[in-house]
């Protein structure tokens, strides 16, 4: 349940791009974009920072670590012809209507965290925020992965839960379940906005 946002509290969004929103979820992605777009609607009347948050992984230091489900190829070659492959997919567009706005602040990461090794901490800090409301896919991996730095830089965290999913719905009711629970609030969109009124 929200109880309260901060008074500057921050929407973030995670990795709402095309090669990501695409393929099968756990749950239909048009009523997450909806939410999404609600969230960012009320958050910019409300005068508050939109953050939009888009991965490129390929070359970074963890893509090219030994783990069982390879993605992305470890040779410069390989990694050059995937990045152009992915380019000319428009695989890293950020879907509509959640593109960046005049205002909004944009990160680019290479791992699931959208602090490690961003300006995002910084941007927050700038703008006196202590809250963040995040949403986007996956909840397991780049909410997850946010949200656990979020709690670690001392964020007040809270989830939309209807504005997020996940490839496999295991992974995302376990996060939801096991985990946001420890981290941060957990609520609808409509909720989050509703309390967006009531901040003091």
């Known amino acids: 349940m929200i109880t309260a946002l901060d008074p500057k509290t921050a929407l973030v969004q995670i990795d709402m791009q ?9 749950h239909p992605t048009q009523p997450i974009i909806d939410a999404i777009a609600r969230l960012q609607t009320a958050f910019r009347q409300a005068g508050l920072p939109v953050v939009i948050v888009h991965v490129e992984p390929i070359g970074s230091p963890a893509s090219i670590v030994r783990s069982e489900r390879n993605q992305f190829p470890k040779d410069k070659v390989g990694q050059q012809q995937q990045q152009e492959t992915m380019l000319a997919n428009h695989f890293f567009d950020i879907v509509e209507p959640l593109a960046p706005q005049p205002g909004d602040v944009t990160i680019t990461k290479e791992t699931w965290n959208a602090f490690f090794n961003t300006p995002l901490h910084d941007e927050l800090q700038q703008r006196g925020i202590t809250g963040i409301v995040l949403c986007g896919i996956s909840t397991s991996v780049g909410v997850e992965g ?22 496999l719905e295991d992974a995302h009711d376990h996060s939801l379940k096991n985990i946001f629970p420890r981290i941060g609030e957990l609520g609808t969109t409509d909720e989050i906005i509703a309390r967006l009124a009531e901040r003091d």
Do not use: L, P
């Open 18 to 26: 095309r090669g990501i929103v695409s393929g099968d979820k756990a």
């Open 146 to 167: 946010t949200a656990r730095a979020a709690n670690e830089f001392g964020y007040n965290v809270s989830f939309a839960t209807d504005a997020m999913t996940d490839t």
